[in-house]
């Protein structure tokens, strides 16, 4: 049985700084697909960033270098970086995986397994 479990969302003012964990079980952060997303009501979920099965994350595709994705083999944890954080960032943040490895960066529909979320909101 696959779960993943976000935290470390929060509140906090334009500039500031959050990072999230996701901790995995049943998947293997190492080896499985593993990415984050983000989805703000009425819109589709969109990546942030993830990690390819060589550890080469792409974060700066998505958000440019504010965000940072990494991970943890002995924690079995995805986490994500964010920096200098604004407004526009303020959305429900989900980790997802899926099993086998990846070797580019991967949609939502592509994703079979999602945490419950935890939101992020950055005031003015």
């Known amino acids: 049985q696959v779960q993943l479990v976000e935290s470390g969302g929060g509140s906090v003012q334009t500039g500031g700084s959050l990072k999230l964990s996701c901790v995995a079980s049943g998947v293997n952060v190492a080896r499985d697909c593993m990415a984050w997303f983000r989805q703000i009501p009425g819109k589709e979920r969109e990546r942030v960033g993830g990690l390819d099965y060589y550890g080469t994350e792409d974060a700066a595709l998505f958000v440019g270098g504010r965000f940072f994705c990494s991970r943890s083999s002995t924690k079995n944890t995805l986490y994500l970086q964010m920096n200098n954080l604004k407004p526009s960032d303020t959305a429900m943040y989900y980790c997802?995986?899926?099993?086998?490895?990846?070797?580019?960066?991967?949609?939502?529909?592509?994703?079979?397994?999602w945490g419950q979320g935890t939101q992020v909101t950055v005031s003015p």
């Open positions: 997802a995986a899926r099993q086998g490895p990846c070797f580019t960066a991967l949609g939502p529909n592509s994703y079979s397994y």
